[in-house]
């Protein structure tokens, strides 16, 4: 593989949280390599790291050491305001709750990150319809999170997440507050994305949904160690 299809490239990665008198060593020495067009999951028990990872991966925590390449760029060496414009252009997030704005309509919801990259008003609103009506939500388009079922609402989030067009979805653990029948639903969204070419990093600690990516990797005390 040649390096310009690396989205994601970490090289000895350590994460030594130290608060008071207690360090904690949440990673310790990973070396990760995503491709494009991947759908990893990273599983592991709680305390093993998995969120401590997909914060350094989406650029909302640094590492202690170690070297991370997103995309062709060495994040080590950006500024906070460069690390944001990274973030909003080349990643989406899907989190377990969901975590809309819950006075704002789902169009409204998903039209926020193209505020922040400057897209126009109209252009943004018909963006919106455009992938809420793709994900199979457009008779919920001016709905309020709580008119919504938990999975329509992880729909809507998944939408905004694809508002900028990134490369890159980085779910953590985007079923963990669904029935089984909801999580089917979106974790076949994520499979239907990931055909479309996003690269997909998926954070679960349910056996049955890391089995459905291409790749599982699993971390135990902040190692990673390869399943599949
Ligand atoms: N801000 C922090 N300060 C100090 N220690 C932290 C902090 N965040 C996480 N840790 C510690 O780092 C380790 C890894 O935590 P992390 O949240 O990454 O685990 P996780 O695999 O996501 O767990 P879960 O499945 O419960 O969400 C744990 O020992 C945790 O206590
Ligand atoms: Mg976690």
Redesign the pocket.
Known sequence: MNKQNEIIKMVDITKI?D?SDVE?V?LKDIDLVVNKGDFVAIT??????????MHIIGLLDNPTSGKYTLNGTDVSSLEEDELAFQRNKEIGFVFQSFNLLSRSTAVENVLLPGIYAGMGSQERVQRAVELLTELGLEDHLNKRPNQMSGGQQQRVAIARALMNDPELILADEPTGNLDTHSGDDVMNTLKALNKEGKTIVLIT?EHDIAAQAKKILH?ED?RLVSKK
């Open positions: 949280y608060s904690t949440a592991g028990r709680s305390g093993s790291g998995k969120s401590t990872l600690h971390l902040g």
